[in-house]
């Protein structure tokens, strides 16, 4: 329980939604209680009527114990025949139970209401949350676990600030109130009628502890079954691809029989709650009735049958209430169990945040990296190693190297995926933790590796990174990225739907429609992580001749493992093992007969043997 205690600011929050909720628990069951009253006094009438014991049909109109309400109402019917007492007594019955239900409808408006703007809440902090966590973050976590706590967790947690919640306070109110009016009726018959309820509260203690470790056991086995599933869909080519189908569905079989096996064991725990509440009931009605009938037998002070027919009505009132004490638990078990999750990543730190003396600069592209150092925690593996390099503004550079040589590291250090283990990194000689954030991203376009696109149209994938561009802006982008003459052939154009992750397009035109993206930001600084690798010559020369206009003042870093000789790079630097192996020019470095000279050698023979062919 102690995990739900994160929900109170959102109860402080909705504070007078949930306590007109409460009102409306109280008086909703406050005349929902009269109609025992009003039934025993029915049957009493009746009783006196058989008897035409005129002394009874006295006592019954002067009967202390019962509520001012009933009492108001006995009075008014102690001058009518019996057949007039029967009928408004029936009438009373009715507006008491409109009333009833009438708060009933406004309880459901408020505690329930209230519960799906928690819910509302809830999500939206945990999506702001998981906006603002860093990439490590999500190296460690798969996204089906991600969505399952935004979702499934969410939802039952709701089901504990809404219906649990109330069921309870509506448990608290009816036993309150019950309790009440059968100790002021009658004490003894009260003790009698509640005498199965220790042994209840024992079960639904026994019970709920084993529920709560299974609830836990089952979100987590939710979690890998909803990220075993995301998987699927997301690598659904790779896999029939390599024709592992079968393998596929056999490996989701599995985990599904194991969360189908578990949800059946704790259904089968559920099970014993409601079979218990029945028989305990049960119990009890069987002594009132038979503690009342001896009663009346044996003349006691104060029985009468109309007093039976009240405990009974009592106790099945009580009936709903008890028994929702376990289908409250429960739920209240699950939503802890959500809730701890939840709690998980809500209290995960992210490694990359705002110092408090950072502050808004305006970027004017110089760079400089002074001795840094980058080891990937996860995997040991050190990225970067005594980088130094000065880049001025407006100067062109390109970092090339192998596979696993730190070039993308560089470009997730300058954004600030990451932080370096130690040496600095500035802009426009201010350290990059001196900045905000969000004002250093905001001023440097980076196209990545992985070129992503959202399940929208081209347009607004190539608004996204600047939304309140023109149309014009958007062509213009798309000329420069070499991407506007297909785009045109497209049915609807610019309004073609891409499908998710771009899926309906190749990868050269997602690289390309990434890097349009890019340039309608028209920042100063931009960072080009291998965005040509799926494009053919003729495309390649095409958008390196636009980029050389559209980057013509803008300081640009180029990520690659190929040698662009089209392109005039003020520096090139060759990396090697996470450092620095050569920098210079095309011509300093080809002069050299190093590194550099072996990869263009290699480069030009690669693509003169594809010429001949």
């Known amino acids: 329980m102690a995990h739900l205690s994160v929900l109170n600011k959102y ?83 009715f507006i008491l139970a409109i009333i009833s239900g009438f708060f009933m409808f406004l309880m459901r408006q408020t505690i329930i209401v209230m519960s799906r703007h928690i819910e509302f809440d809830q999500k939206n902090e945990i999506y702001h949350h ?116 079968a393998d596929m569905i056999s490996f989701f079989k599995k985990n599904s029989e194991h969360y189908r096996e578990s949800a059946l064991s704790l259904a089968k725990t559920d099970s014993i709650y409601f079979p218990t509440m029945g028989l305990m009931i049960g119990m009890s009605t069987l002594i009132t009735i038979l503690i009342g009938s001896l009663d009346v037998v044996h003349h006691v002070e104060g029985a009468s049958v109309g007093k039976i027919a009240e405990f009974v009505l009592y106790i099945q009132m009580l009936t709903f209430p008890v028994s929702a004490i376990g289908w409250t638990a429960s739920m209240t078990q699950r939503a802890a169990a959500s809730q701890k999750r939840i709690n998980e990543f809500l209290e995960t730190p992210s490694s990359i945040s705002d110092s408090p003396e950072a502050k808004d600069y305006s970027l004017k592209g110089n760079l400089k990296f002074k001795q840094l150092n980058f080891t990937y925690k996860n995997t040991g593996i050190h990225a970067v190693q005594d980088f130094s390099l000065e880049i001025k503004k407006s100067q062109k550079i390109a970092i090339i190297g192998k596979t696993g040589s730190g070039k993308t590291t560089i470009a997730q250090l300058l954004l600030r995926m990451y932080e370096a283990d130690n040496g600095s990194l500035e802009f426009d000689d201010t350290d990059i933790q001196q900045i905000r954030l969000k004002s250093l991203r905001s001023q440097i376009s980076y196209v990545p590796q992985d070129n992503f696109l959202f399940s929208d149209t081209i347009e607004n994938n190539i608004k996204f990174g600047k939304p309140d561009a023109s149309f014009i802006e958007v062509e213009n982008a798309a000329k420069a990225a070499g991407i506007f003459n297909e785009i045109m052939k497209f049915e609807n154009g610019f309004q073609t739907i891409v499908g998710e992750r771009g899926i309906t397009l190749s990868g050269g035109q997602k690289q390309r429609i990434s890097i349009a993206r890019a340039l309608i930001k028209k920042p100063e600084i931009v960072i080009f992580d291998d965005c040509l690798s799926a494009v053919d010559a003729r495309t390649e020369k095409q958008i390196l001749e636009n980029l050389n206009e559209a980057l013509a003042e803008k300081t640009a870093i180029i990520i690659t493992h190929r040698i662009f000789s089209l392109f005039r790079f003020d520096k090139i630097i060759v990396m090697d093992h996470g450092k620095i192996a050569e920098s210079g020019t095309h011509q300093e470095l080809f002069l050299k007969n190093g590194l550099y000279a072996e990869m263009y050698k290699k480069q030009q023979m690669s693509e003169n043997e594809g010429n001949e062919d």
């Open 130 to 245: 998981y906006q603002n966590l860093d990439f490590t973050f999500y190296k460690k976590n798969t996204t089906g676990d991600l969505m399952n706590r935004i979702s499934e967790d969410v939802s039952r947690v709701r089901m504990y600030t809404g219906p649990a919640l109330m069921y309870f306070i509506n448990l608290a109110a009816v036993i309150g109130f019950s309790i009440y009016f059968m100790l002021q009726s009658d004490v003894r018959l009260t003790l009698y009628a509640l005498l199965p309820l220790p042994l209840l509260a024992i079960t639904i203690y026994y019970v709920n502890a084993i529920i709560n470790k299974k609830s836990e056991k089952i979100q987590q086995i939710l979690s890998n079954l909803t990220a075993n599933a995301q998987e699927s869909y997301s690598g659904i080519r790779v896999i029939k691809s390599f024709v592992q189908e």
């Open 11 to 93: 109860f402080r929050k909705y504070k007078w939604l949930f306590l007109l909720g409460i009102l409306f628990v109280l008086l909703t069951n406050y005349f929902r209680i009269l109609y025992p009253q009003f039934t025993g006094y029915i049957v009493n009438t009746v009783v006196a009527s058989i008897k035409n014991d005129s002394s009874t049909s006295q006592s019954v109109t002067g009967y202390h114990e019962y509520n001012f309400v009933v009492r108001y109402f006995i009075h008014f019917f102690s001058v009518m025949s019996f057949g007039q007492k029967i009928l408004y007594a029936g009438i009373a019955l």
